[in-house]
C-alpha cells in the first residue's frame, strides 16, 4: 500500500497551488482519500476528504470555498487545489485512506498515510 503525495512548493499570498495524492497497493473504490496538514508546533488538523465511489467532499471551515478536492479514478489520483493560499495554509500536507465509502474527517478512520509534502506560503 502505497500513498505518494506531491506538489508542495513555496507560493506567495494569494496563489495558487496542486497538491496529488497517487494511490497503489489497494483497491481504492473501497476508500476515501482524505488531506490532513500539521504546521511547525501545531496538531495536525483535517483538511478535505473525497469519497472515492460517490465523490462526495467535505472540508475544514478554513479553507473551505478555497480548496477543492476531486479524483481521478483512471489515475488513482486525488488533488487538492488550493487558491487564495494564506501564509496560515503553511503546513507538511498528507493525503490518506479511510476504509469504507464516506468522507470523513475523523482522523482515526484514516489507515494509511503518505510522506507528506510542504506547502509554504511567503511572500
Known amino acids: 500500500v502505497q500513498l505518494q503525495a506531491s506538489g508542495g512548493g513555496l507560493v506567495h499570498p494569494g496563489g495558487s497551488l496542486r497538491l496529488s495524492c497517487a494511490a497503489s497497493?489497494?483497491?481504492?473504490?473501497?476508500?476515501?482519500i482524505g488531506w490532513f496538514r500539521q504546521a511547525p508546533g501545531k496538531e495536525r488538523e483535517f483538511v478535505a476528504a473525497?469519497?472515492?465511489?460517490?465523490?462526495?467532499?467535505i472540508y475544514a471551515d478554513s479553507v473551505k470555498g478555497r480548496f477543492t478536492v476531486s479524483r481521478d479514478s483512471a489515475k488513482s489520483t486525488v488533488y487538492l487545489q488550493m487558491n487564495s493560499l494564506e501564509p496560515e495554509d503553511t503546513a507538511l500536507y498528507y493525503c490518506?485512506?479511510?476504509?469504507?465509502?464516506?468522507?470523513?474527517?475523523?482522523?482515526?478512520?484514516?489507515?494509511?498515510w503518505g510522506q507528506g509534502t510542504q506547502v509554504t506560503v511567503s511572500s
Open positions: 490518506a485512506a479511510a476504509r469504507g465509502a464516506v468522507a470523513t474527517r475523523d482522523e482515526r478512520a484514516f489507515r494509511y
Open positions: 497497493g489497494f483497491e481504492v473504490g473501497d476508500y476515501a
Open positions: 473525497i469519497s472515492w465511489r460517490g465523490g462526495t467532499t
